[in-house]
């Protein structure tokens, strides 16, 4: 080989060589923006996790307030109470608007976890995402007895007044 193919080819090899060390520092820089979203979305997963079970039990604490509230009322309406049984009446309507805004709010985070795990399926996203959709469950199912429970509870206030008025007998029907 002469010396000008010689300088050709090191030179060559000099190229592909700072293009290897580029694709090299490329790589470690996108597998470590890789490995901080994954850390990231992992978080989030976490996250939203703990959102949609605390949200669970916002609404089944709600839903117990909507119980008492309407317990409440009815032992008011026996007594002729009337603005007692009103009171527990509108606590256990807001009662129930907070197990609804709960129950929304269980589903906007099991949303997040599925999201989060569909953008990595990994095992633990998927379980995440699984006590997430069981959690967003439990938070309907207490703002539909809480809602339940305040519509009682407006009856009871109803009877209350029909009472207070003379118009029923203190368990009688509406």
Avoid: C, W
């Amino acid at each position: 080989m002469d010396s000008d193919s010689e300088k050709i080819i090191f030179a060559k090899l000099k190229t592909l060589e700072e293009e290897v060390v580029n694709l090299r520092y490329g790589f470690n820089y996108v597998n470590k923006r890789y490995n901080e979203v994954l850390s990231s979305l992992k978080s989030l997963t976490e996250l939203s996790l703990e959102a949609a079970q605390r949200s669970a039990a916002a609404a089944s604490k709600a839903s117990i307030a909507a119980s008492k509230a309407a317990q409440t009322a009815k032992i008011a309406a026996n007594e002729a109470i009337v603005q007692a049984a009103e009171e527990a009446a509108e606590a256990a309507a807001v009662a129930a608007e907070a197990a609804i805004e709960a129950a929304a709010s269980a589903s906007a985070a099991a949303a997040a976890t599925a999201l989060a795990a569909a953008h990595h399926a990994e095992e633990t996203s998927l379980k995440a995402s699984a006590e997430s959709a069981e959690a967003t469950r439990l938070a309907t199912e207490s703002a539909a007895i809480a809602l339940r429970l305040s519509n009682e509870a407006a009856n009871y206030a109803k009877q209350a007044r029909n009472k207070d008025k003379g118009n029923i007998k203190p368990d009688g029907d509406l």
